[in-house]
């Protein structure tokens, strides 16, 4: 009888083992864990917070209604040609086509403003990274520094270090601790500029949860396409089309009252030219970007090949250091070695990141 009762006691003690983990798994609060910011994710919150996305929005609904209002007092009359056209069935027809138009370049524009407002966001953000990763260097080059200062006053009271050395080397601590002071100011600033994009409050620091990977450009990438796209599809440029095209229409709707028929013809020699310059700039714009892409590729090649042979040398040093080789001043400077080496690195494969962004939609750099 006893043994059953110890048998049963045992069952009951290996099943309760087993539920109760799975009780703690369940009752765990996934919410307390970080979480981390990711860079759509911040794109996303600054798109909603966007005072001038909404804007743009509003812009496309009014000139909608603007539009239709124009199609109302137009009704059903036919286009207005010839000698029999009058001045106000003239001027009724271009109300309605100019408000058309006008209402096809707010959407232009606010597809330009969402574009231009995911691109600050992005960069917004890759500069808090970057801010990061100079603070965590400069504080590296304090720690450095301190320990060169301490081993500088050690030497000076035994007599093994003068006075120019002992102050140098105070000298330059005390630079670090400036610059380090220095950098934790250009990091607030980096959280702030971005907290204004994503509407939090100007004293937040959201964790960011995510760094640019470095993905080369697309070797077979066409040059002259990619152009053509960045001109084509860009926002500005349709504006400035549209403009010629009212200008024309203009022109063609002439009554003979307003402005006279030469200085409609001069308005829309401007808008054209206008438009010309622009497409000229901009084509300049995509093909600098994309020599610039390019350029830093080569960079970041060789920054990763230097990497990892200084990570090599960071590794002997060690190894030296454990074998009385090498001393901790060897060891700390080839760990800032590495910490420079990575943070040069970052910084250019945020840079890569960036003008493959540029390139692809030139229009979004505002």
């Known amino acids: 009888m006893k043994r059953k009762i110890i048998i049963t006691f045992m069952i009951l003690f290996l099943m309760i083992g087993n539920v109760l983990p799975v009780l703690a798994a369940d009752t765990t609060d996934s919410s307390t864990a970080p979480q981390g910011l990711t860079i759509q994710q911040a794109i996303d919150m600054a798109l909603k917070s ?11 609904d009014r000139s909608k209604d603007v539009r239709d209002y124009a199609g109302y007092a137009m ?20 109300s309605l086509v100019s408000a058309n138009i006008s209402w096809e370049m707010t959407k232009k524009n606010e597809t330009a403003v969402e574009d231009q407002v995911s691109y600050s966001t992005f960069k917004a953000y890759i500069d808090v990274l970057n801010a990061e990763e100079t603070l965590s260097l400069a ?32 000298t330059a601590f005390k630079a670090a601790q400036k610059t380090v002071e220095a950098d934790k100011i250009a990091l607030t600033g980096a959280y702030q500029a971005l907290d204004k994009l994503l509407g939090l409050s100007a004293d937040s620091t959201p964790l960011l949860a995510e760094k640019p990977n470095f993905v080369a450009l697309d070797p077979n990438t066409n040059l002259d396409g990619a152009i053509s796209n960045g001109v084509d599809n860009n926002p500005q440029i349709y504006n400035l ?19 006279p028929y030469e200085a409609k013809e001069i308005d ?3 808008a054209e030219l206008n438009a010309a310059d622009t497409r000229v700039t901009l084509r300049q714009a995509v093909r600098t970007t994309y020599n610039n892409i390019n350029s830093l590729e080569q960079q970041i090649a060789a920054q990763q090949e230097q990497l990892k042979k200084d990570q090599e040398n960071l590794r002997l040093t060690q190894i030296k250091m454990d074998i009385g080789l090498a001393t901790k001043t060897d060891l700390l400077s080839a760990e800032f070695t590495v910490q420079t080496d990575t ?3 970052n910084n250019n494969i945020n840079s890569h990141e960036l003008l493959k962004l540029a390139f692809k939609k030139p229009w979004a750099v505002s």
């Open 75 to 94: 009704g059903g009359q036919m286009t207005p040609t010839g000698i029999g056209a009058t001045s106000s069935s003239v001027s009724t027809f271009y």
């Open 50 to 60: 966007s005072n001038s996305l909404q804007s743009a929005s509003l812009s496309v």
């Open 343 to 345: 943070k040069n690195l």
């Open 268 to 270: 829309k020699t401007t």
């Open 241 to 259: 089309d549209q403009k010629v095209t009212l200008a024309q229409l203009s022109l063609n709707t002439w009554t003979g009252t307003g402005d």
């Open 139 to 170: 504080e590296k080059s304090l720690a450095v520094a301190q320990w060169n200062n301490n081993v500088a006053s050690v030497g000076w009271r035994v007599g093994t270090v003068g006075d120019y050395d002992r102050n140098s080397v105070e």
